[in-house]
């Protein structure tokens, strides 16, 4: 009897270790859940050698495809969130059924500070771009959406405390100091919060957060925009936020958002091409499927009066969609931290949308437009600041300058400015104070990056210095 009841034990032991392979041909794990792709079977033989990572690569590929495992992250995440209240699949469990992003807690906190230099680097930026969309005949307004634990600080959980300032008030001074026009966005939401402006359940603001942010967005443009004044706001229990998903891969808990009764413009798309509805195809652009949305436009079939918006945006952009739509005749908008202002048309207003927890991605790459040229600096007169050793490429838009400085440097003010010289002839251009880090592989913080037209036909060899701080930084003779 005891020797059966081992054999039973046993086979049932290898039972259990074998049931998710057994279970794996009638089990499709749910890869957009998690917005990645999940891992492929690996390869026995890789580059024609045999796949010595093999191993490792099979042990990630059978957690991904492992049976159940939606269920099982949802009865492990139950537990250690909602009941042990910590921080699980990225997702912070906070009070009466509130949830936050796991990053959102570095900018509560202010641990994650950018250094002064890096904030005026910041309101430099800004400032340049602002400056090139006006001198084109366009209005410009940065929209820095705050996280929800910026709004909504009340709900996270005690063990993590809210500091009195953070890199979003911290910029949003200096660039008041620097004259450069943005949407408060915190203090709007701050002031309506009391409308319940974002989901319990997602790291997002809801319809109606969208609606009071687009008409804040619209006066900061100084443009007249319908109000929607008349429009009803009933809500519905009918959204699934991205937090809950993560949180609960296999099901959870609904969550109320505004239908707002509202009659928009029809609009056509210019891209991509072909869209029969219309409609659907704003719809899928709105949801967090994320699928092909990273470039498109419209056309405002009740508009005629020549107006046009660049929208950079992120997520967040998703639900003013419609609003912007209703306010252009052509709207393009681009899913990026990197603004590419060369190609949009002379009178074409900007918005630059980006999210509180991606603030330093503003000066991790430089917007994509020419430098402006400075008449009346030099660096005659400068305190020399030692020597510096730029990248000078020709390319097929121009010519790109970029380098970094010693992390000591001072950089005063935060202007930057590239002086190229020959033959008596001198000409400045004002940089982007920005490290190029992907181009550059470092992890500098000081740095400087321009592009200079082809229609200057710069040609030959010229003395290249990099004027910061009240100093001269020499550079090799650069060629072009």
């Known amino acids: 009897?005891?020797?059966?009841?081992?054999?039973?034990?046993?086979?049932?032991?290898?039972?259990?270790?074998?049931?998710?392979?057994?279970?794996?041909?009638?089990?499709?794990?749910?890869?957009?859940?998690?917005?990645?792709?999940?891992?492929?079977?690996?390869?026995?033989?890789?580059?024609?050698?045999?796949?010595?990572?093999?191993?490792?690569?099979?042990?990630?590929?059978?957690?991904?495809?492992?049976?159940?495992?939606?269920?099982?992250?949802?009865?492990?995440?139950?537990?250690?969130?909602e009941l042990m209240h910590a921080q699980t699949s990225n997702v912070i469990v906070g009070k009466e059924g509130w949830l936050f992003f796991a990053s959102e807690a570095a900018d509560y906190m202010d641990t994650n500070a950018l250094t002064d230099s890096q904030v005026r680097a910041v309101a430099v930026t800004l400032s340049l771009i602002e400056e090139h969309v006006e001198r084109a005949g366009?209005?410009?307004?940065?929209?820095?959406?705050?996280?929800?634990?910026?709004?909504?600080?009340?709900?996270?959980?005690?063990?993590?405390?809210?500091?009195?300032?953070n890199n979003l008030t911290r910029i949003s001074d200096i660039l008041r100091e620097y004259g450069v026009n943005f949407t408060d966005m915190l203090s709007v939401l701050s002031g309506n919060k009391d409308r319940g402006l974002y989901h319990r359940r997602d790291?997002?603001?809801?319809?109606?957060?969208?609606?009071?942010?687009?008409e804040a967005i619209m006066d900061s443009l100084g443009k007249g925009h319908p109000t929607y004044s008349n429009a009803d706001y009933p809500t519905e229990k009918t959204w699934r936020g991205d937090l809950d998903k993560l949180l609960y891969p296999a099901g959870g808990v609904m969550d109320y958002q505004y239908s707002l009764d509202i009659s928009h413009s029809k609009f056509v798309f210019i891209r991509p091409m072909g869209v029969g509805d219309a409609q659907a195809q704003l719809e899928n652009f709105m949801s967090d499927r994320e699928d092909h949305d990273d470039l498109f436009s419209t056309k405002n079939k009740e508009l005629s009066?020549?107006?046009?918006?660049?929208?950079?945006?992120?997520?967040?952009?998703?639900?003013?969609?419609?609003?912007?739509?209703?306010?252009?005749?052509?709207?393009?908008?681009?899913?990026?931290?990197?603004?590419?202002?060369?190609?949009?048309?002379?009178?074409?207003?900007?918005?630059?949308?980006?999210?509180?927890?991606?603030?330093?991605?503003?000066?991790?790459?430089?917007?994509?437009?020419?430098?402006?040229?400075?008449?009346?600096?030099?660096?005659?007169?400068?305190?020399?600041?030692?020597?510096?050793?730029?990248?000078?490429?020709?390319?097929?838009?121009?010519?790109?300058?970029?380098?970094?400085?010693?992390?000591?440097?001072?950089?005063?003010?935060?202007?930057?400015?590239?002086?190229?010289?020959r033959e008596g002839e001198r000409l400045v251009f004002e940089a982007f104070p920005i490290y190029e880090s992907k181009l550059l592989e470092g992890e500098g913080t000081k740095g400087y990056s321009a592009i200079l037209s082809n229609e200057l036909e710069l040609s030959g060899s010229y003395s290249l210095t990099v004027i910061s701080g009240g100093k001269a930084y020499s550079c090799p003779n650069a060629d072009i």
């Open 1 to 81: 009897m005891k020797k059966s009841f081992k054999l039973l034990y046993t086979v049932l032991f290898f039972l259990v270790c074998c049931l998710p392979a057994l279970l794996m041909p009638f089990f499709k794990n749910d890869a957009s859940i998690e917005k990645r792709e999940l891992t492929e079977f690996p390869e026995y033989i890789s580059e024609g050698k045999l796949n010595l990572q093999f191993s490792d690569q099979f042990e990630s590929w059978f957690n991904d495809h492992l049976p159940l495992r939606s269920q099982l992250l949802s009865a492990s995440n139950y537990l250690n969130g």
């Open 138 to 165: 366009g209005r410009f307004t940065f929209v820095p959406m705050p996280n929800k634990s910026s709004v909504y600080g009340e709900y996270m959980p005690a063990q993590y405390h809210g500091a009195d300032e």
């Open 203 to 214: 790291s997002h603001w809801n319809y109606m957060g969208a609606l009071i942010g687009y």
């Open 305 to 421: 009066d020549g107006s046009s918006l660049y929208m950079a945006r992120d997520s967040f952009g998703r639900a003013l969609l419609p609003f912007m739509i209703d306010s252009y005749e052509t709207a393009t908008f681009r899913r990026t931290d990197c603004p590419d202002l060369m190609n949009i048309p002379e009178g074409t207003d900007v918005v630059y949308e980006i999210a509180e927890r991606n603030l330093s991605r503003v000066i991790s790459t430089a917007p994509f437009m020419y430098a402006p040229e400075r008449a009346g600096v030099s660096s005659s007169g400068l305190v020399d600041g030692g020597s510096l050793d730029p990248v000078v490429e020709a390319t097929g838009y121009g010519v790109r300058i970029y380098g970094a400085f010693p992390e000591e440097a001072e950089l005063g003010d935060g202007r930057v400015y590239i002086q190229l010289e």
